[in-house]
């Protein structure tokens, strides 16, 4: 069935978190920024409230870029005004207007450089658009890499995404007027990323070409014999053989 979820910004004006909760919501994605410029005044009020409710709050940045400098330019902007609240979901680039009108590469590039970016800093990058923006305008093939959120108001997406903007004029207790409605359908997102931990699944240890240490066994095998080999070090064995 997916998480249900909504995403606010000042819009949505006082929120009463503690209905919100109560009415089934478990994330909420909440505007930081626009630009380079637009800090959203009821960003740190809505995550402290989402917060201590009980639900999972993201950030997004509303993009206006147009180049790489341009997205490297709001991204700086965006991560120090995120880096101010605790955050359990993701860090979103909203990118839905090509206010630049450049070439879709253009865009695609200037997007992934703000993810990469967001990425730099720790933190879990995922990508908004709306279903016809995201395949008309956008590379897909360029954002594989980034958890991806689709807005369509339809009764069906019609696509893969992480997560789905299905309405905007839903209603929700403890917010007046409407607001978007959102179901996640992967499981474990979050805000920052393991770096650490990540890489060192993902490695395979080289075999060592150093020479044995001086606790291994040195056995000596003779035509015709048999033997078994006894674990003394479970961390690592070396089978050394002089026929």
């Not at 410029?37 to 409230?49: A, I, M, Q, R, Y």
């Not at 360029?142 to 108001?153: M, S």
């Amino acid at each position: 069935m997916g998480i249900k979820g909504i995403d606010v910004s000042h819009w949505q004006g006082n929120i009463n978190w503690k209905k919100v909760a109560g009415d089934g919501i478990k994330f909420a994605l909440i505007k930081a920024t626009e630009g380079t410029t637009l800090k959203d005044n009821k960003f740190e009020t809505n995550v402290s409230g989402a917060n201590a409710a009980g639900i999972k709050t993201g950030a997004y940045h509303f993009a206006r870029f147009g180049s790489k400098s341009e997205a490297l330019a709001e991204a700086k902007f965006f991560l120090p005004v995120a880096n101010k609240v605790r955050l359990t979901y993701p860090l979103v680039l909203d990118l839905e207007v090509n206010q630049r009108n450049v070439s879709k590469s253009v865009l695609t590039d200037a997007a992934v450089a703000f993810l990469r970016e967001v990425e730099k800093a720790g933190y879990f990058a995922m990508i908004y658009s709306g279903k016809s923006f995201l395949e008309n305008c956008l590379d897909e093939s360029k954002l594989k890499p980034f958890a991806l959120w689709v807005a369509r108001y339809s009764s069906k997406l019609g696509r893969d995404a992480d997560i789905w903007q299905y309405s905007d004029c839903g209603r929700v207790a403890g917010i007046s007027g409407n607001v978007d409605m959102n179901i996640c359908y992967r499981d474990g997102l979050r805000a920052q990323v393991s770096v650490k931990t990540e890489k060192a699944a993902a490695t395979v240890k080289p075999v060592s070409n150093k020479k044995p240490v001086k606790t291994e066994t040195v056995y000596t095998v003779k035509k015709g014999m048999h033997f078994q080999l006894s674990r003394r070090n479970t961390t690592r064995l070396s089978k050394l053989f002089r026929v």
